[in-house]
């Protein structure tokens, strides 16, 4: 695998390194031996998916408290999403600083996002499904999250929503998370 820095602090861009031939290809998407060689936390408590029907769908932005927070490691695994994180660390030099990528089926990148981070995707394409690793159990009473359209990160959405949970959509400003 290879590890690309992001510009916020602890958070990682991950691209398989393929091996080729007549068949097609193999690589890993997940080493521990890789992750703990750089002081990132390799656990996985449970993995989930996310099926979007339709492009334009907006996810997020969410996160878990303390002390559930959680390190998640996203890619998709059919059509594409704009991902973003927030840095939500208040002793972190990123604080308040977003950054977007794209991940698809296609490239195959991964984002792994630390704790204290929010996420959150914007579908590219109907019929997206998204793949999540997470280090930490569910825990309802520690979900919290931001508006997506928050003027404190400013976030360039690609796309019109055209699909949003009420529930995201009544996010609390990044002031009322706190």
């Given at each position: 695998?290879?590890?690309?820095?992001?510009?916020?602090?602890?958070?990682?861009?991950?691209?398989?390194?393929?091996?080729?031939?007549?068949?097609?290809?193999?690589a890993?998407?997940?080493?521990?031996?890789?992750?703990?060689?750089?002081?990132l936390?390799?656990g996985?408590?449970?993995c989930?998916?996310?099926?979007?029907h339709?492009?334009?769908?907006?996810?997020?932005?969410?996160?878990?408290?303390?002390?559930?927070?959680e390190?998640?490691l996203?890619?998709?695994?059919?059509?594409?999403?704009?991902?973003?994180?927030?840095?939500?660390r208040?002793?972190?030099?990123?604080?308040?600083?977003?950054?977007?990528?794209?991940?698809?089926?296609?490239n195959?990148h991964e984002l792994?996002?630390?704790?204290?981070?929010?996420?959150?995707?914007?579908?590219l394409?109907?019929?997206?499904?998204?793949?999540?690793?997470?280090?930490?159990?569910?825990?309802?009473?520690?979900?919290?999250?931001?508006?997506?359209?928050?003027?404190?990160?400013?976030?360039?959405?690609?796309?019109?929503?055209t699909?949003?949970?009420?529930?995201?959509?009544?996010?609390p400003?990044?002031?009322?998370?706190?």
């Amino acid at each position: 695998m290879i590890f690309r820095e992001t510009p916020l602090a602890g958070a990682w861009v991950l691209e398989p390194e393929r091996f080729e031939d007549e068949r097609g290809f193999f690589a890993r998407t997940w080493c521990r031996r890789d992750f703990e060689a750089r002081g990132l936390d390799p656990g996985i408590a449970q993995c989930s998916v996310s099926w979007n029907h339709r492009r334009g769908t907006l996810r997020g932005l969410h996160l878990q408290a303390a002390p559930h927070e959680e390190v998640k490691l996203v890619r998709v695994t059919r059509g594409a999403v704009w991902d973003v994180i927030v840095d939500l660390r208040p002793e972190s030099p990123t604080f308040k600083r977003h950054f977007g990528i794209i991940l698809s089926a296609e490239n195959r990148h991964e984002l792994y996002i630390p704790k204290g981070m929010a996420h959150g995707f914007q579908t590219l394409e109907d019929g997206t499904e998204v793949f999540y690793q997470i280090s930490e159990f569910y825990a309802p009473d520690s979900a919290r999250g931001c508006r997506w359209d928050d003027p404190a990160f400013a976030i360039p959405w690609p796309e019109p929503v055209t699909v949003m949970s009420e529930k995201d959509r009544t996010l609390p400003l990044f002031e009322g998370t706190t």
